[in-house]
């Protein structure tokens, strides 16, 4: 069974420019430091991607996957799944919420819900997820401010 995970952090960006860093598939590599290719296998007519395919090498994690992404009409909220299980996951589903403070800066909230396919105890799994969130949430924040100024 899969355990889901919430972590928030606060961009001192507008939500729209935090919204264009997530969307931005194609440049993952470039700021994400585990991620080493990212491919937007399909995208809605709107332009935005509807399907991305990972390669994910973190050490002890390599893991390719492909994920099938949903946005709200405004962008507020990007959710996705994973497509089919791979090597590493049976299960991937998350979202980043998106809410703008009204000062400029906007809270992001992460969430994130992983089945790993190999077994892991429970407290080295909780580490490892917030592991990854800490760094998802630090370097989407770093490079939306760099980007920004």
């Not at 909220?77 to 403070?101: C, F, T």
Request: glycine share 6%.
């Amino acid at each position: 069974m899969a355990d889901s995970s919430t972590q928030s952090i606060v961009v001192a960006v507008p939500p729209e420019r935090v919204a264009a860093v997530i969307c931005d598939f194609a440049s993952y590599p470039e700021w994400t430091d585990a991620m080493k290719r990212v491919e937007v296998v399909e995208e809605y007519e709107d332009g935005y991607a509807s399907q991305v395919r990972f390669t994910l090498d973190a050490g002890v994690i390599a893991d390719e996957y492909t994920l099938v992404y949903e946005y709200a009409e405004d962008i507020s909220r990007i959710e996705w799944h994973l497509v089919a299980p791979s090597k590493m996951q049976k299960v991937q589903s998350g979202s980043y919420d998106i809410l703008d403070n009204g000062d400029g800066t906007t809270t992001v909230t992460y969430t994130l819900e992983v089945e790993l396919s190999v077994g892991m105890l429970g407290m080295f799994r909780r580490k490892a997820e917030k592991m990854i969130m800490d760094a998802a949430l630090k370097q989407l924040k770093r490079r939306a401010e760099g980007e920004s100024a």
